[in-house]
């Protein structure tokens, strides 16, 4: 706080760090330890391994580290400090949010976040297999980007509880859909691509619980209408998205119920609305949101919540799926 008629005290959870921190905060023997705790959780071990090597060598890492509360550790969540406990924590959350909560010193951070096919790649998870459901994965959904000039992608992904993600499936479907077609053209088009999709995602053997497609520009009536008879031609639950700049994003603007949760509003006509079961609606949607949400699932370890992985695949498969996901992030930019 910088009001000075405020007397403030702050009750840091970490007082002083340790030596081994503060000296080689890449390659000392905390640095060690994290790696060792992350390799165990890519493959949810449990982390018996780095426990021992705590264990091993604790008198060189806790050196010259002061707690709080030295108590504030449990044995049954394999922590024998408080110093252990808390830097694990750390590592999980991240520092914004540890230097905020628990040594209550906000840090100033850059929003500019680095996403390089490098980095998605490594979010590969032995675990996780093409079109096979994980253990303990609660909701599966699928979103279909529409470039009728490009190609429409498919992303199938599986959520649990804590939105730990993990994607199951990444097709490209090739197009090249001339635009100079009439719009009745145009949308049998689009309309027909997008049955093509849909009857693909029926051979997959993947519980999908509902499906977004993409409706922005040109592609709008083509899509909502497809939307509307989706479960009948590939037994998926469908709903027609746009996404809108922070900026220009309106829970309130005509024509939309509502009821905006997480910068994500259901919508449609006034007509529809009375006809319960039409399948006439659609989503819109704070896409500069869901963007910096989806860059940062990519940014933490796999198997953290809220984090992201891949399915396991060939190494060329990745490459090129690292490659798409830049793309994106170029058009989004751009944007």
């Not at 977004?212 to 031609?233: L, M, S, T, Y």
Request: proline share 4%; hydrophobic share 35%; charged share 25%.
């Amino acid at each position: 706080m910088n009001d000075k008629a405020w007397k403030v005290t702050k009750f840091p959870a970490i007082i002083k760090w340790p030596e081994d921190i503060e000296k080689e905060p890449s390659t000392g023997l905390w640095s060690q330890y994290f790696k060792i705790y992350d390799e165990e959780n890519a493959v949810d071990a449990p982390h018996t391994k780095s426990l021992k090597f705590y264990k091993r060598h604790q008198k060189k890492m806790d050196k010259g580290a002061e707690v709080l509360n030295p108590s504030r550790f449990k044995e049954s969540d394999g922590h024998i400090s408080a110093l252990q406990a808390l830097l694990e924590k750390r590592h999980q959350i991240g520092d914004p949010a540890f230097f905020s909560e628990y040594q209550m010193e906000p840090k100033r951070i850059s929003s500019e976040l680095h996403i390089t096919p490098k980095v998605v790649v490594s979010r590969i998870n032995p675990n996780v297999k093409e079109n096979v459901m994980p253990d303990s994965f609660v909701f599966t959904c699928g979103a279909i980007d529409v470039n009728s000039s490009y190609a429409a992608t498919l992303t199938v992904m599986s959520f649990k509880p804590d939105s730990t993600s993990a994607v199951l499936c990444h097709k490209v479907y090739r197009l090249n859909i001339d635009q100079q077609l009439t719009p009745v053209l145009y949308n049998q088009a689009v309309y027909n691509a997008l049955s093509k999709v849909g009857k693909d995602i029926m051979t997959f053997g993947l519980k999908i619980d509902a499906l977004g497609v993409d409706a922005g520009g040109r592609n709008w009536d083509a899509v909502c209408e497809w939307c509307k008879n989706a479960f009948h031609i590939c037994g998926i639950p469908a709903c027609a998205m746009a996404g809108r700049a922070s900026h220009l994003f309106n829970p309130l603007a005509r024509n939309r119920l509502r009821n905006a949760v997480g910068r994500t509003v259901l919508c449609c006509d006034d007509r529809e609305a009375i006809k319960q079961g039409s399948g006439q609606k659609w989503l819109f949607f704070d896409s500069d949101r869901f963007k910096e949400a989806v860059q940062r699932s990519f940014l933490v370890e796999v198997g953290s919540p809220g984090g992201c992985s891949l399915y396991y695949a060939l190494e060329s498969e990745h490459a090129e799926f690292g490659m798409q996901i830049c793309r994106e992030r170029l058009k989004w930019k751009k944007t």
